[in-house]
């Protein structure tokens, strides 16, 4: 069995464009540099970034990256103090890949990508905040072509026309304020517990004048 480590600092000033490139040119696949990115601690990011950086994650992660989704910072960040800031509602710490990292997971090259970039995917009528099934069928349609070694590099114009073909224009309101409304409407619908809401309040903490219902 042969055992691939893939090596990329955290945060690079050069491109890894063209070490991806000199990889997969000497018989190692993408499948096997993109499983040795998703080992690392602060994987679970992308499973939390949500959409194609999640489907991903799931796909040529190890079956415990959800897990460790859920399990709080990783030691990139609780013991090498590397990570982003963020603001939820409290300043908090978490994990934040780099650059070249989201680069190695899409598979850019100087040539394209095996993937759309993050950005421009979450700048598409992709990006609508559901996985829906079209989406799924054209992500089981690309691992497909990739596995088969077709149409292996795509430019982000090229990616643009192909999303864009990919989700149906009803899928497309999903991303909208009345798409999204309307979706809510059909979720509530099937699943009306949905639509209540109760608030609950310790004795010590519930202001004099409050009212509520459980």
């Not at 796909?59 to 990570?83: C, F, I, K, M, N």
């Not at 190695?104 to 559901?130: D, K, N």
């Not at 596995?147 to 990616?159: E, F, K, M, N, Q």
């Not at 899928?171 to 809510?184: F, I, K, M, Y």
């Amino acid at each position: 069995m042969i055992r691939v480590g893939a090596r990329w600092p955290q945060y690079p000033n050069e491109s890894v464009a063209d070490i991806l490139r000199w990889l997969l040119q000497r018989g190692i696949t993408y499948h096997m540099l993109t499983q040795a990115l998703l080992a690392r601690p602060h994987a679970r990011h992308w499973i939390l970034r949500g959409s194609l950086a999640w489907g991903l994650a799931l796909h040529y992660g190890p079956s415990h990256l959800l897990q460790d989704a859920v399990s709080g910072p990783s030691s990139t960040v609780l013991v090498e103090g590397r990570g982003g800031e963020y603001d939820i509602p409290y300043a908090s710490v978490g994990d934040l890949p780099s650059a070249a990292e989201n680069a190695a997971l899409i598979g850019q090259t100087r040539h394209g990508s095996f993937w759309p970039s993050l950005t421009l995917w979450e700048q598409s009528v992709a990006y609508t905040g559901e996985w829906h099934p079209s989406l799924e069928r054209w992500f089981q349609h690309r691992v497909a072509e990739l596995a088969a070694g077709t149409d292996l590099y795509l430019s982000d114009r090229a990616w643009f026309r192909h999303i864009r073909r990919a989700v149906h224009s009803t899928e497309r309101a999903l991303g909208s304020t009345v798409g999204s409304a309307h979706r809510a409407r059909e979720l509530i619908g099937v699943y009306p517990e949905c639509s209540v809401v109760s608030l609950l309040f310790f004795p010590s903490t519930a202001p004099a004048s409050a009212s509520f219902q459980v």
